[in-house]
């Protein structure tokens, strides 16, 4: 069975950082697509960062304009995580935060985590 969990979210203060981790287990993820998204009250859920397998052991990361510059993914091959690194957090990015991966050739997001809150306080 595949599951996917996220950890690390928490309260911080406007500038400062955070860092969220996401494991995938239950199955061989090592060419999956994994991904951040993340969802505001009464917003849509939308793309936050992605990884994605290229080869051998070199992924391709990918990241929304409101966060590239400010947040960086960080993929571990053998150990199935994704980690995100937020720094110079604004009051914005406060929102649950969810993992998903997408299998090979899907043309979707297949699995999804919970979610973890990330507040950030002026």
């Known amino acids: 069975q595949v599951q996917v969990a996220e950890s690390g979210g928490g309260l911080v203060q406007a500038g400062g950082s955070l860092r969220l981790s996401c494991t995938a287990s239950?199955?061989?993820?090592?060419?999956?697509?994994m991904g951040w998204f993340r969802q505001s009250p009464g917003k849509e859920r939308e793309f936050v960062a992605s990884s994605k397998w290229i080869g051998g052991t070199t992924y391709y990361s990918d990241y929304a304009d409101s966060v590239r510059g400010r947040f960086d993914v960080s993929r571990h091959h053998t150990e199935h995580t994704l980690d995100l690194q937020m720094n110079n957090l604004k009051p914005e990015d406060t929102a649950v935060y969810f993992c998903?991966?997408?299998?090979?050739?899907?043309?979707?997001?297949?699995?999804w985590g919970q979610g973890t809150q990330v507040t950030v306080s002026t």
């Open positions: 239950g199955d061989t993820f090592t060419r999956a697509t």
């Open positions: 998903a991966v997408k299998i090979p050739d899907s043309d979707r997001w297949d699995y």
